[in-house]
């Protein structure tokens, strides 16, 4: 049975870093999308599971990394320069949108930016 | 401002039939795949339909999806208070700055 779970809340000022984790249950290419409060769904990119390629929206380029540990199938996405609209919940997903819908979630993982 | 063009709210009764539109271009949709995703209140998005027209295990015939050109439907009929949430519709775009885009949201309510 596939499974996605994700790391707890995090709380960041702003200017930090946050990084979330994401543990699957096998070897998935794996997406990250965020959902701002009250907002629709954004996609973030994705990570391949079989060489760690990576595909990320242009608007986060430079702020963002995704990262695979193939050896636990722990997905990472790490974000810097927090700002406040950056306050948000986390998800991810497997599949990659070019590669398959997007089938399994995570259950979210709140990122609250605050001074 | 979403990639993707859907109406911000669909609702009807109980039994009857909505649907709802997803506009895009020939870069996204009118050159792959569209799914479509359900989100209950305060939970993670769902998988309800892949590839415009497949539903995953479990998901009812009740939901059901087209693509044409540039275009696609989710249709959801004998409509239940259970189905009252939010539906994006999402696929690849292949233009320049390509990456995965989503509509921005469709809110059905159940009258």
């Known amino acids: 049975q596939v499974q996605v779970v994700q790391s707890g809340a995090e709380v960041k000022k702003p200017g930090a870093s946050v990084k979330v984790s994401c543990k699957a249950s096998?070897?998935?290419?794996l997406s990250w999308v965020r959902q701002a409060p009250g907002q629709g769904l954004e996609w973030m990119g994705w990570?391949?599971?079989?060489?760690?390629?990576?595909n990320y929206a242009q608007k986060l380029q430079g702020r963002v990394t995704m990262t695979i540990d193939t050896s636990t199938t722990t997905a990472y996405m790490e974000l810097r320069s927090l700002r406040s609209d950056d306050t948000a919940v986390y998800y991810c997903a497997k599949g990659g949108l070019s590669s398959g819908p997007l089938d399994y979630w995570g259950q979210g993982t709140l990122v609250t930016v605050s001074s | 401002q979403s990639v993707l063009t859907q109406p911000p709210s669909v609702s009807a009764a109980p039994g009857q039939k909505v649907t709802i539109s997803c506009s895009g271009s020939s870069s996204n949709i009118g050159n792959n795949y569209v799914s479509w995703y359900q989100q209950l209140p305060g939970t993670a998005p769902k998988l309800l339909i892949y590839?415009?027209?497949k539903r995953p295990s479990g998901i009812p015939d009740r939901f059901s999806g087209s693509k044409s050109g540039t275009s696609a439907t989710l249709g959801i009929t004998g409509l239940q208070t259970g189905d009252e949430a939010d539906y994006y519709c999402?696929?690849?775009?292949?233009?320049?700055?390509?990456?995965?885009?989503f509509g921005g949201g469709t809110k059905v309510t159940v009258l």
């Open positions: 590839e415009n027209n």
């Open positions: 096998g070897y998935y290419d």
């Open positions: 990570i391949s599971a079989y060489n760690g390629n990576t």
């Open positions: 999402g696929t690849w775009d292949s233009s320049l700055s390509a990456g995965g885009v």
